[in-house]
């Protein structure tokens, strides 16, 4: 009901109404009836007769033609309301005076000029008066420029006019009342005649006899044309005979609230909260969305009236969005808390369960060699093996086993001195001196325990010394080690880090993910970032953090870079052979902009791989091209010559503008995560990513955004024109193949919407 309530009062159910009733029309097209006919003053017209206004005996030629065709009725939607010369009026009168068909002038009125209150009313004049009726021809276009509806009446000259419609149709009403306007009638079905063929007797009058006729301007030249729905820009004479026909049709259309729909509605809510099974109730919900929308498509096609619905619309929305909600955090808690393979409970499970008022003691026992045992298991088998371990531990373990990583699964302990926490550990190794059976294999268990106690400590904080000490005790061959505070000697480990960088090259320890880039406009993954990845044997995965930042420091960058270029170009040769026209960036350091050994290199890799060098991007960050802004541009030059494409990363976070960035040779610039991640709440951040949008594209580059983690991000990225989109939403790094396949069966399906 609030959804509802906020739709009519911030005017969103007019507007939106409005675009419905346009589909509706569309669904409902229908000709007109022909009972109404109109006589154009087109271009045809004005090229016969060689002056405007005309003389107004032309007026009566065709006021005398019309009678001897015999029609019904002339109405004209032409200015009459000031004198020509004496004769002309009078031998226009006299021709009035001899119709034998009623004949109707225009009358209306209008404003006295722009930033006027005033109003001018405008009648025939009176020679013109004393034959004919008078009906106001008034158009009225609403806020948003289109005329959708029509007026039965006008006052003019204090006294009331019905409308030229009004009068045709035969319709009462009071003035300045008005109704919608019918645009499912087609209005190229509604008969015309040239006047300049009714004038010159080339025209068949046959068919006028006991028809209305309407004399108006449909030539472009005069200017008395209006947008309406539908349709685009119509000339008014048209409009004044769709709103004849919406009247013949039936009178004045009904129009009704919203009452109606929201009752439907609120009946659908209510079997949507309601008991039964979830495929009933779901069914019924759908089904009442579906009569509110019906609703008045049925009264405008059978009873000449039509409903407000978007309040009920609004009302439904708001109501799935709900349940979808709920269902939504069911899933997600389940998921959040529980480990997808082996349907264990996992680590978040385990930190809510932590009382940070009271001692706390967490073991964790972590798999060694886990990743060599996981490449031989499928995920079923994987998930089996864990649900297995579970089980055997629970023989001697009261609580609930966790699984809280890759390859590490954890508990708690609780009232154990430090003997009985000793046989409880012991006890654990015991029990994995048995293989696990997964099916007809055997699997052997090497596990190494951890254990972290404390008092007021949080329980992430808990798991990760728990997981430390498992770690020791693996690199120390013990089955299991205590976690005391400090005995970590945190970044030691880092000392002899850069000696191993070699050999981890070697091995295929350090790797190259790539992460996708997806073109927001045809929805396809049309490229990827290369990130280089290490895999230590003993610490595991070593963040990029850690070892690029001491590699720039110890002057192994260069290594590092050309390393990622060659896995990268590797990728682009193969993907040559393939067909598949992916396109890769990789990152270049600062420091390497003005060092010519490395940019000669890279020149070399990139010829004698013979690849197309606009598939590779480097990318530099803002903050390298403004710190030595001379070398920068001439190295990027150097590479642009090359044809290699070229990327500003992390623009935002230094102190340059897109008019400084114009001397750069770049190809695209990259947004920083930072604003990007704020869209959704921060109306500065969209602004700032609008304009430099907008003036990145009239620079000729092209805009990457970071850090998309959701579907709204992304969408408003596609409304305020980016080109790529990248972060975790797209695609989070992976291997090289697994992109390949990814990337090949993206470019296997049709193009798909971004969203």
Not at 357 to 372: K, M, S, Y
Not at 527 to 541: D, I, K, N, S, T
Not at 668 to 690: P, T
Request: glycine letters at 8%; charged letters at 25%.
């Amino acid at each position: 009901m609030a959804a509802a309530f906020v739709s009519i009062s911030s005017g969103f159910a007019l507007t939106a109404e409005q675009e419905l009733r346009t589909v509706r029309d569309t669904v409902r097209a229908q000709p007109a009836s022909g009972d109404i006919v109109i006589v154009e003053i087109d271009a045809q017209s004005l090229a016969a007769i060689d002056r405007w206004p005309w003389p107004r005996r032309v007026h009566g030629e065709l006021v005398d033609r019309l009678n001897a065709a015999n029609v019904d009725m002339i109405a004209f939607d032409v200015d009459f309301s000031s004198p020509s010369t004496a004769d002309q009026d009078r031998a226009f009168a006299d021709a009035l005076r001899r119709s034998e068909a009623l004949v109707l002038l225009p009358a209306f009125r209008q404003a006295a000029g722009a930033g006027r209150s005033t109003v001018i009313d405008s009648e025939p004049i009176p020679i013109l008066r004393e034959s004919a009726f008078l009906a106001a021809v008034n158009i009225q276009a609403d806020q948003s420029g289109f005329v959708r509806r029509a007026l039965l009446g006008v006052n003019t000259n204090g006294l009331p006019r019905p409308s030229l419609s009004a009068m045709l149709s035969g319709t009462q009403g009071a003035s300045d009342t008005d109704f919608p306007v019918d645009y499912a009638i087609d209005p190229d079905t509604i008969p015309r005649v040239s006047y300049a063929d009714i004038l010159v007797g080339s025209a068949d009058t046959a068919d006028l006899a006991g028809k209305t006729v309407m004399i108006g301007a449909t030539a472009i030249e005069m200017g008395d044309r209006y947008a309406v729905p539908r349709h685009g820009v119509l000339p008014g004479v048209v409009i004044q005979a769709l709103a004849a026909e919406t009247l013949l049709a039936g009178g004045v259309p009904s129009e009704y609230g919203p009452a109606a729909a929201l009752l439907i509605a609120l009946v659908g809510v209510l079997m949507l909260i309601g008991r039964g099974t979830r495929w009933v109730r779901a069914t019924t919900f759908a089904f009442s969305g579906a009569a509110v929308l019906a609703l008045p498509l049925i009264l405008e096609s059978q009873y000449q009236a039509t409903a407000m619905v978007i309040p009920a619309l609004a009302m439904l929305i708001a109501a799935a969005a709900a349940a979808g909600g709920v269902l939504a955090l069911r899933k997600y808690r389940k998921a959040a808390l529980e480990d997808n393979q082996s349907g264990l409970q996992n680590d978040a499970a385990l930190v809510r369960e932590v009382r940070s008022d009271a001692d706390t003691t967490i073991i964790v026992g972590r798999i060694q060699n886990f990743a060599e045992t996981a490449a031989l298991l499928s995920p079923d088998e994987i998930g089996e093996f864990f649900a297995q371990l579970a089980h055997r531990l629970s023989v001697n373990t009261d609580g609930t086993i966790y699984r809280i990583d890759e390859s590490m699964i954890g508990w708690q302990c609780e009232n154990m001195d430090d003997q009985e926490l000793a046989d409880h550990l012991d006890a654990v190794a015991t029990l994995m001196r048995t293989p696990l059976v997964l099916g007809k294999q055997r699997v052997d268990v090497d596990l190494f325990l951890g254990v972290a106690a404390g008092r007021g400590k949080d329980g992430r904080s808990l798991i990760a010394c728990a997981a430390a000490a498992a770690e020791r005790a693996t690199n120390a061959g013990h089955r299991w080690q205590r976690y005391v505070e400090g005995d970590d000697e945190a970044g030691k480990w880092q000392l002899g880090l850069l000696g191993e960088l070699d050999e981890a090259m070697t091995n295929g320890d350090l790797w190259v993910a790539l992460q996708p880039k997806l073109d927001i406009a045809s929805g396809r993954v049309t490229g990827a970032e290369a990130l280089v990845r290490w895999q230590h044997p003993l610490r595991g995965a070593i963040s990029p953090d850690n070892f690029i930042p001491l590699a720039e420091k110890r002057g192994r960058i260069a290594d590092l870079t050309l390393f990622t270029l060659d896995k990268t170009l590797e990728a682009l040769m193969r993907w040559e052979e393939q067909g598949l026209d992916t396109g890769l960036s990789f990152n270049v350091s600062a420091k390497l902009l003005d060092n010519g050994e490395f940019m000669e290199e890279l020149i070399r890799s990139v010829g004698r791989s013979r690849i197309d060098p606009s598939r590779l991007t480097v990318e530099v960050t803002e903050s390298a091209a403004l710190d030595d802004a001379e070398s920068a541009i001439a190295a990027m030059h150097m590479l642009r010559k090359w044809g290699i494409r070229l990327s500003v990363d992390d623009y935002g976070t230094g102190q340059s503008t897109l008019s400084y960035l114009k001397r750069l040779p770049a190809d695209e610039i990259k947004i920083d995560k930072s604003f990007v991640q704020g869209l959704e709440d921060n109306a500065s951040d969209r602004i700032l990513i609008r304009s430099t949008i907008e003036l990145a594209h009239e620079l000729g580059l092209k805009v990457v955004a970071e850090g998309i983690e959701n579907t709204e991000v992304l969408e408003i990225l596609k409304e305020l024109g980016c080109d790529i989109a990248q972060g975790f939403y797209i695609g989070r790094p992976m291997a090289i193949d697994e992109f390949e396949a990814m990337s090949s069966a993206d470019h296997d399906k049709p193009a798909r919407r971004a969203a």
